[in-house]
C-alpha cells in the first residue's frame, strides 16, 4: 500500500477562559487602510479599555503590519491564515472603524463555532457603520448568527450593558418591534391591483440586469444567486468591465463633448483644475462621458432593463471613477444617446436604471421601483444610499444617507442644484467627478431586498427628506465625505437602534413621491408587487397600506 504525506492540518487552541479575541477586517485599497487606521485603532482601544473594565482579556487575533501601515486584514487569504490561529470556541468581536470587504473574513466567520459580535464606532468620519452593515447583511445571507453593537467609545452605559450581556450569555437582542408582516391588501385597491398586474407582466414578459463584473468590495449580501432572481421574471446578462473599457474607446471625443455642453446647458456645476492627482480634469470627465455612452450602447445590445457597474475594483485603475455615468442614467432628464450609427435615440426619455456598486439587491429593487413609478405618472428616478451616520438635530434623529458618488440630478431639484467634485484618491486614484447635491425635502420610500433564511425578503419604510440649514449641512458633508451626495432623512416610527438592529445591508434605495398620500400608494402598490412576487414583505415603521376611506 503507498504512504502518501498529507500536509499538517491548522488546529486552533482551546479558547483561555475570559478572554475575547478581536480581528478587523479592512479594505483592499492599501492608500484606505492607511488613511484609516489611526482611527480603527482609537475604536479598539475603546473597546478594549471597556472590556477590561468588564473583567476581560482582549486577544488581538493578528498583529499590525509595520510595513504596509495598518493592523487591517486585507485579502482573503490574510483572513484564513488569521482564523488558523483563533480558538474555534472563543467569543470573536469584528471591529470595524472604516468601511471592509466583508469576504475578507467570512470564511472565518462561517466556521467559528463561539459567539460573534460585530461592532463599529458611532461617526461619520470613515464608513465604519457601513462595514459593519454589510458584514450583518453578509453574516445573515449566509446564515450565521451574530450580534451587533455601536458606540461612539463605548464609555456609554448602554453599550457598557450590552457588552456584558453578549460576554455572559454568547447574544444580543435589540428592539425590532418596529417590523412587522405585510397584512393582507384589499383586492379592489387600485394600488394592489396595479402591483399585482405589474408583477405578473415582469413574471411573463421577463427582465434583465446587465451586471458589469459580480461581487464589488466583498458584498457577499450583494449577490443573488440566479435561482431566487429567475422565478421573478429576473435574469442576469454577465458582462465583463473590460468590455466597457473597450467600448469607451470606440466613443469620439466630440460625442463625449456633446455630453458635457448637455449638462452646461443644464446649469451643473464642475469643479475642475489640472493637477490628475488630486484634482478634477476636463480630461477626466470626458473619460466618464464616454464610459456613460459606452454603457447605454451595451444595454442597448444585450436589451437590458437595468444595468450595474462594479467599478472599485479593476475598473478604478484603468479609467476614472464610473459615479458620474451612473448618476446621469438614473435620470429621466439626461444627454441624449444614440445608436452607434446616428439613427436612433437609445431609453429616450426615460431613466436605465442603474444599481450602483452592482448591488443586486437594488437591482431587483430599481427595477421593480422604475416599473411602479412609471406607471403612477410620478418620477421613477431612483437611487440607492450608504447609511453613513445620523444625529439628532432640532429633537428629530436625522440620518445621513450618502452615497459614494452619484444621485440622480432630479433627487437633487435638478441639474442646476448639482455639482460634481473629484473624487477622494484614496479610493479613486484615477479621479473622476460626481454627481451630487443636497437632496431635495420631500416624501420618499425606503427598501432593501435581501436575503435571509435562504429566501428573499424585502424590508419597506417611509421617509421624508428634510432641509436643514446650510451650516448644518457643511457640518454634517466635513464630518463624512463633502465629494459626495447627502440626504437628510427622518424615518417615519423608526428610531436609530432600531434601524441598525434590524437593516441586513450596508445599502437602502429611495425613491420620491410628490406627497404623503401618493407615497403610502406607491409603497401599496411595491408591496402586493413584491408579495405576488412571492418576496416576504416586511413594513419597518409607520407605514400605511390600507386605502384611505374617501370622503
Known sequence: MTAYTLPELHRPPAAEPATVHTVASGDLRPAANVTCWPTQEKLESDLAAALTDLGWKVHRGHAVDEAKGHGFIDSQRAGIEVFKRIPRDAPLIVVEAVWQYSHHVLAGLRDHQGPILVVANWSGEFPGLVGLLNLAGSLTKARRDYSVLWSADFTDEWARESLRTWLETGTLTHDTSHVRPLPPLPGADPETGLGVALARQLREEKAIIGV????????????????????????????????????????????????????????????????????????????????????????????????????????????????????????????????????????????????????????????????????????????????????????????????????????????????????????????????????????????????????????????????????ETRRRLDATNHQWPIMHAVLHGVTRDQFMARHRANHLNVAYAPDAATADKALRAKAALFAELGVEVHLCGDVAVQPQSQP
Open 212 to 471: 458589469f463584473d459580480e461581487g464589488c468590495m466583498g458584498m457577499y449580501n450583494a449577490i443573488i444567486d440566479d435561482e431566487f432572481l429567475n422565478p421573478l421574471g429576473i435574469y442576469k446578462e454577465r458582462l465583463s468591465q473590460s468590455a466597457l473599457v473597450a467600448e469607451m474607446r470606440n466613443v469620439p471625443d466630440e460625442e463625449a463633448q456633446e455630453v458635457r455642453a448637455w449638462l452646461d446647458r443644464a446649469g451643473m456645476t464642475f469643479h475642475t483644475g489640472t493637477d490628475e492627482a488630486t484634482e478634477l480634469t476636463d480630461a477626466q470627465l470626458l473619460s466618464q462621458f464616454k464610459m456613460y455612452i459606452a454603457a447605454v450602447r451595451i444595454a442597448d445590445d444585450f436589451g437590458l432593463d437595468a444595468v450595474g457597474i462594479q467599478y472599485q475594483q479593476g475598473l478604478k485603475d484603468t479609467v476614472p471613477a464610473s459615479d458620474l455615468a451612473e448618476g446621469l442614467l438614473n435620470n429621466v432628464q439626461r444627454p441624449p444617446v444614440r445608436s452607434r450609427d446616428g439613427a436612433r435615440e437609445l431609453y429616450a426619455g426615460a431613466p436605465l436604471p442603474h444599481f450602483n456598486e452592482v448591488d443586486e439587491g437594488v437591482a431587483v429593487d430599481s427595477l421593480v421601483t422604475n416599473r411602479i413609478w412609471t406607471a403612477m405618472g410620478l418620477d421613477p428616478a431612483t437611487t440607492l444610499h450608504d447609511i453613513r451616520w445620523g444625529e439628532e438635530y432640532d429633537g428629530r434623529f436625522v440620518w445621513v444617507f450618502e452615497i459614494s458618488g452619484s444621485v440622480p440630478a432630479s433627487h437633487n431639484g435638478g441639474y442646476d442644484k448639482s455639482y460634481s467634485m473629484r473624487q477622494p484618491p484614496m479610493f479613486f486614484p484615477l479621479g473622476g467627478g460626481t454627481l451630487s447635491g443636497v437632496s431635495k425635502p420631500g416624501e420618499i420610500v425606503w427598501s432593501r431586498v435581501f436575503l435571509m433564511d435562504g429566501g428573499l425578503h424585502v424590508d419597506l419604510g417611509r421617509a421624508t427628506s428634510v432641509e436643514l440649514p446650510e451650516e
